[in-house]
């Protein structure tokens, strides 16, 4: 397996869904959903590139981490690295159906494990979306984070049992799902979530509950209140709102408001484990990646090990680059900027 085998598999089961851009920016499939591009003209999507883009490094060589460690701890699962299979469903209305929801919810996750990281699943309106997740999740002993859409709270406590029942370690709600016309159209609503609906969700559900969606210290705020155990920092990977920040832009802001009061999580834009030492320094204390996952999974289990090995290792050649033994050391004292 390598990334040019990859590419060739990804472009012939996508069709034109996605064209497995050599560099996936959001330009050439600007506005088109279904398939993986952002809402509109595509400008969230893109901004969450460019703001990772401008971000900078201090290159530091004189020192002694020659060997840097990317293990970390996540809810109870040690980690080869804080790198997650960001929640993807609707392959079929998405991906042009090339390969079944249960295979692919179990390709992302399979895939995790054997990287010695964590996957999460997604939701949809067909019902198999979520009961894919859960059983991918189940199959690998739990490691794994299901992902339900903000549907009225009774419906998503629900679900978090049966996540619970297949030993996730965590639940997350992508509350940035809450204006997606699709599932409101087959009588399954789905909106915005009070604090004192969060509030609910944080005291009915057995599991740590994540809030993703976060892009705001207000929102980031209002879920530590209402007890969720962390947030995704994220834009929904540009397909909801048109013209957001990039959120390596937003995030700084919202770490400095509640790192170590909850978990906080980012996605957006992160291509390389060079985006991951960024996404770190900015504030992050795990990240999440979508689209070039979503693109490995073409090859099955075996292509998404391979993306996760290879960003793996690109955060360790970047730590030794600016001089990081362990995740520990990497701050905001790694990111240049002009005086």
């Not at 007890?227 to 937003?250: E, F, K, M, Q, Y």
Request: hydrophobic share 45%; glycine share 12%.
């Amino acid at each position: 397996m390598d990334k040019a085998v990859l590419r060739e598999l990804g472009r012939k089961k996508f069709g034109k869904f996605c064209r497995v851009c050599n560099t996936c920016d959001g330009v050439a499939c600007a506005g088109e959903i279904p398939g993986i591009g952002g809402v509109l003209t595509g400008r969230s999507f893109q901004n969450n590139i460019l703001a990772l883009r401008a971000v900078l490094l201090h290159q530091r060589i004189v020192h002694g981490a020659g060997s840097p460690d990317t293990s970390c701890e996540i809810f109870g699962f040690k980690m080869a690295a804080p790198l997650i299979a960001a929640p993807i469903g609707g392959i079929s209305y998405n991906l042009n159906d090339f390969t079944p929801e249960g295979d692919y919810a179990r390709s992302i996750v399979a895939g995790s494990v054997q990287s010695g990281c964590l996957g999460m699943t997604g939701d949809g309106g067909p019902e198999i979306i979520y009961r894919s997740g859960i059983e991918a999740i189940t199959e690998a002993g739990g490691r794994g984070i299901p992902t339900i859409k903000p549907r009225p709270n009774r419906d998503i406590i629900r679900q978090a049992e049966t996540a619970a029942r297949s030993g996730a370690p965590a639940v997350a709600v992508d509350v940035d799902s809450a204006a997606l016309v699709n599932m409101t159209r087959i009588n399954q609503p789905v909106g915005p979530k009070t604090e004192r609906e969060i509030a609910e969700l944080a005291r009915e559900i057995q599991l740590p509950l994540i809030i993703k969606g976060v892009m705001t210290v207000e929102d980031a705020e209002a879920s530590l209140a209402a007890g969720a155990a962390g947030i995704v920092v994220s834009n929904h990977g540009g397909r909801v709102l048109d013209h957001t920040p990039g959120t390596a832009a937003v995030l700084p802001g919202i770490a400095r408001a509640v790192k170590g009061k909850m978990a906080v999580w980012v996605d957006g834009g992160v291509r390389t484990g060079v985006d991951i030492l960024k996404m770190l320094a900015l504030g992050a204390e795990a990240i999440l990646v979508g689209r070039p996952f979503m693109q490995a999974a073409a090859g099955g289990a075996e292509g998404v090990a391979f993306a996760f090995a290879a960003m793996i290792e690109q955060l360790k050649l970047a730590m030794i680059m600016t001089g990081a033994s362990k995740l520990a050391d990497i701050d905001d004292s790694f990111i240049f900027r002009e005086k």
